[in-house]
């Protein structure tokens, strides 16, 4: 009766997450359609229904208020016109089927052209803009006098930012350009001309605000990147795989161990518990038992034992789906986020390439030794043993110790071939101080 209930659940969930999965078309397009109508709204009210144009020069709440609105609203006219898209074009005829058995209504194609007429209406007037916070340039307000570029200067309260061009406008970074004369000279003369530029200040305000957009986009982005696997991996494991798999599992029929090393560890367990009982009776820490209580409370330590590893064995098969959907929601994230990508590339590269000589030979030797360096060896087999344990595979040691031979060498390699391709190029002098430093 507990089964058949388990089962009933499972059944209802199911089926609701499957209700969901076809609702997802119209709910992504009818968000869609809302977003777009808010940016109808303020034009409305505060635009006499014309264009939102944002100053990307000013400092005006105000300003910075309908800049972030727009920005956020056609952020989730794209995201959820992507999501509908993606969920149509999985959608076949036993999807259809499925609908009217469940009683899901599903999309009518003339309103979906409606609302997609509407929104492609709206949103074309913002076609120029960056919907991952990068600089807003109306060509009917700025013209082309605003440069797509960052300017050497720095002032006090304001930090040094690099000449470089936005990720998307851009292919080259500062491992690929070169010059005639020597950097230092060029910014020299770069930073001259800044200064006598009439409109240093305001390109400078307008420099710090997008590096400061760079930094708030990476850094959620990175957040994102973490916590969305973690959250699936969670969350799937309590409430998709993990009942699912409670339910095929809960049977004393099922097998305890789902390899060798567990089995063996447990014996080890219950051998040692045994001698344990033994000692304690000889020492006279215990009563003295008799063979059949002493049988009693092995078996009953045994029992323990196997609804233990059972829990254990259980858990392992959890982890190997529930860590497939952590893929593919990473995977899914990185897909959709080539901008994000971008950015974050930009961000990492300005930290990078602006830390000082030291620092660069201080993170690299640390990598280094971390990952392909004398004792490395160790935590790479305490990484495979807990990843084979934590997918309830039997530790392969051969397989260890072979990728413990190959790996690191590689890694070692690829380290050595960017210092000496892309480093060596950009800064010699870090290179010089690495060399100093590991000798």
Not at 39 to 46: F, L, T, W, Y
Not at 311 to 326: H, L, Q, R, T, Y
Not at 330 to 342: G, H, M, P, Y
Request: charged content about 25%; proline content about 4%.
């Amino acid at each position: 009766m507990n089964n058949l209930s388990i089962s009933q659940k499972v059944y209802a969930y199911l089926v609701s997450l499957y209700k969901w999965y076809l609702k997802t078309p119209a709910r992504s397009l009818d968000e869609a359609y809302q977003a777009a109508l808010r940016i109808k709204q303020i034009e409305d009210q505060h635009f006499n229904g014309s264009q939102i144009i944002i100053d990307p020069a000013s400092t005006s709440s105000v300003n910075d208020y309908f800049e972030s609105e727009l920005r956020k609203q056609l952020r989730l006219v794209r995201m959820r016109l992507t999501e509908f898209n993606s969920s149509r074009f999985f959608f076949n005829e036993s999807n259809t089927r499925g609908a009217s058995r469940y009683g899901v209504e599903l999309l009518n194609p003339e309103q979906v052209l409606t609302k997609l007429k509407i929104i492609d209406e709206i949103t074309a007037k913002y076609t120029n803009i960056d919907t991952d916070n990068q600089v807003i340039t109306p060509p009917s307000l700025f013209g082309s006098h605003i440069a797509q570029r960052e300017t050497a200067f720095s002032q006090p309260g304001l930090r040094n930012l690099e000449t470089r061009e936005i990720p998307n406008n851009s292919g080259r970074g500062k491992t690929n350009t070169t010059g005639v004369l020597p950097r230092s000279i060029l910014g020299t003369i770069g930073r001259l001309q800044v200064e006598l530029d009439p409109s240093a200040e305001q390109d400078v305000v307008h420099n710090f605000r997008k590096a400061q957009r760079r930094t708030i986009i990476a850094v959620r982005f990175i957040l994102l990147l973490i916590i969305v696997p973690i959250l699936t991996h969670q969350l799937s494991k309590a409430f998709v795989v993990g009942p699912l798999v409670d339910h095929l599992r809960n049977n004393e029929s099922v097998r305890v161990f789902i390899n060798s090393e567990m089995e063996e560890e447990a014996l080890n367990e219950l051998e040692r518990f045994e001698e344990r009982i033994k000692f304690q009776s000889l020492v006279g820490l215990a009563a003295p038992m008799s063979a059949l209580e002493m049988e009693e409370k092995v078996q009953e330590e045994a029992r323990e034992l196997a609804n233990e590893y059972r829990g254990e064995s259980s858990g392992a098969i959890k982890n190997v789906f529930s860590d497939i959907m952590s893929v593919i929601a990473f995977s899914w994230l990185l897909i959709v986020s080539k901008r994000e990508i971008a950015v974050l590339k930009d961000f990492f590269d300005h930290i990078v390439y602006g830390l000082s000589d030291s620092a660069k030979a201080f993170i690299i030797i640390l990598f280094t030794d971390i990952f392909v360096g004398f004792h490395s060896p160790h935590g790479w087999e305490v990484i495979l043993e807990g990843i084979s344990r934590h997918w309830g595979l039997p530790g392969n040691h051969s397989f260890i110790f072979l990728f413990i031979a190959t790996f690191p060498v590689i890694l070692d390699t690829i380290f050595k071939y960017w210092i000496f391709r892309y480093l060596n190029r950009v800064s010699p002098s870090a290179v010089a101080t690495y060399r100093n430093m590991n000798e």
